[in-house]
């Protein structure tokens, strides 16, 4: 089978922006495979911070990158045989993904990885550069963004609902720091790509932002068909 032929929905966006729920929501809706490959920056991430990793050492984070044993099952992560799905998910593993990600040797070491996660029936990724670098020919790319206001709410709801402590002041200083690393950096910047459709869900619910990308899906669909 032609790898090149498997269908493919993109979802980059900036910080706590939706992206993840609504790509894994499409995912389960189309029955396609998802991937979450901020989370594979958070697990690059952890295992610094376990190993005392200094952030400055790019030889040391790529040769991490490159070697990390992780598998995902269902909802789940694990890293090294153990469970981490919750602690990558921390604001410090967020920060450090942030600044690791900014290292070109970094990115380089997770583009095979990526890339596997395209099998039949289809994927759906979330991230920073997907419909950029990784999957550039993705039949459907979305840029999804939200205000900073609206983020920082979300973010706040979904680290209180995982019982981790949070100020809403201090998450949206966080996230507008983090937008600013992530857009400046030279290599795979975040920012919407002239062929990604813009999806701004500042007053939409999930369940309106999941079928919008379900409905452009389904016109890409078609047009490919024509
Ligand atoms: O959950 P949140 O959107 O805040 O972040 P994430 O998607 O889990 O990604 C954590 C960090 O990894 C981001 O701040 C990015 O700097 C980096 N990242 C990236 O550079 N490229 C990706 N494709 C995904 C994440």
Known sequence: ???????????????????????????????????????????????????????????????????????????????ENKLVTDKIRTEECGVMASKLASFPRVRESLIVRQRAFRQPPGLVTDGRDMGSVIFPDALLKVFLTASAEIRAQRRYKQLIEKGINASIVELQRGIQKRDERDSKRSVAPLQQSSDARLLDTTSLSILQAQNCVLEWYRECCTSERV
């Not at 594979?40 to 030889?59: F, G, P, T, W």
Request: a negative charge; proline letters at 3%; zero cysteines.
């Open 1 to 79: 089978m032609d790898i090149n032929s498997i269908p493919v929905i993109t979802i980059d966006g900036p910080s706590a922006s939706g992206k993840g729920t609504i790509a894994q929501l499409v995912a389960k809706k189309l029955g396609f495979h998802y991937l979450d490959s901020g989370a594979l920056y958070r697990l690059v991430a952890l295992k610094a911070l376990q190993a005392d990793i200094n952030i400055s050492d790019e030889n040391k984070l790529a040769k991490i990158a490159a070697t990390l044993d992780v598998f995902f099952e269902n909802d789940q992560i694990y890293l």
